[in-house]
């Protein structure tokens, strides 16, 4: 049987010298086995992919939690420590809030709609217009800004709202009081007085009779008294009062139509007959 030499006999014949690495290496007890190297290096680093999705799981919100959103300031946006303003900047915007922006077109459309649709089926002064909207929940910058742009573009009009309200007034048979109040409550303010808007409102183009004095001095000039006399005569009859109730019951009814004291007492004496046959001056 022939001997197999080792490396370290073969090296010995050749007279190097013989190192302890090499006899070791060369040893059977020191060779791996096919188990062991097979076996994973149990010692290995997770790889970075995997720590970030582990950090991130960490600072994710836990299930049926809701997240609070941050306070809205320019401060919380740049952060303490910022390299993009100086420091005096930074100071000074820190508590500087951050305004929202109105360009949204769905709430825009929606409150124009809105407003043709109010001022289609009635005029409206300025006042009301806003209220309506508002109480629509639109944004209030938002409806200052439309109702600017509707006034210059004519689309509403304080002057033809009043103009509605004088013809409404009369056709119901209110007095000057009663149109006057009406005006203040609509938050129209023209420069120009009761007397002349009545004149401006051309009372003479109604087409359902509306009392005129025929004063050539006067021309279109309500006859107040006639009117307050048909309201009066329409609510208890025409015929005049027999006793002082009656009396202060009718006049406190055209006090609350809005007709002046002192038309008031006249339309007590008068029924619609005598009316036609007096002639006014």
Not at 70 to 80: A, M, Q, R, V, Y
């Amino acid at each position: 049987m022939t001997h197999i030499k080792t490396l370290a006999e073969i090296l010995a014949d050749m007279g190097e010298p013989v190192s302890a690495d090499s006899s070791w290496s060369n040893s059977p007890s020191n060779q791996p086995t096919q188990s062991q190297t097979n076996q994973p290096n149990q010692t290995q680093k997770t790889p970075k992919s995997q720590k970030n999705q582990q950090s991130d799981k960490k600072h994710l919100p836990k299930k049926g939690t809701q997240t609070k959103p941050k306070p809205s300031s320019i401060g919380t946006l740049l952060g303490t420590s910022t390299h993009i303003l100086d420091e005096r900047t930074a100071v000074a915007l820190q508590n500087v809030a951050i305004e929202p922006i109105y360009q949204n077109d769905k709430a825009i459309n929606y409150m124009r709609w809105l407003a043709f649709y109010y001022l289609s089926n009635r005029e409206l002064s300025q006042k009301q217009l806003r209220q309506k909207l508002l109480d629509k929940e639109c944004d209030p910058q938002m409806v200052d800004e439309l109702i600017t742009e509707f006034a210059q573009k004519n689309y509403q009009s304080d002057e033809r709202c009043a103009f509605m309200l004088i013809r409404e007034g009369v056709r119901r048979g209110r007095g000057k009081h009663h149109i006057a109040q009406s005006l203040k409550t609509a938050g129209i303010n023209l420069p120009y007085s009761l007397d002349e808007l009545i004149q401006m409102a051309d009372i003479t183009s109604l087409s359902d009779g509306t009392i005129l004095a025929d004063d050539d001095d006067k021309p279109e000039h309500i006859n107040w008294l006639k009117l307050a006399v048909e309201a009066r005569c329409k609510k208890y009859g025409n015929h005049l009062p027999t006793d002082q109730k009656q009396k202060a019951r009718q006049l406190r009814f055209l006090q609350y139509r809005g007709f002046e004291m002192s038309v008031c007492f006249d339309a007590l004496k008068y029924t619609l007959d005598d009316m036609d046959e007096l002639d006014f001056v």
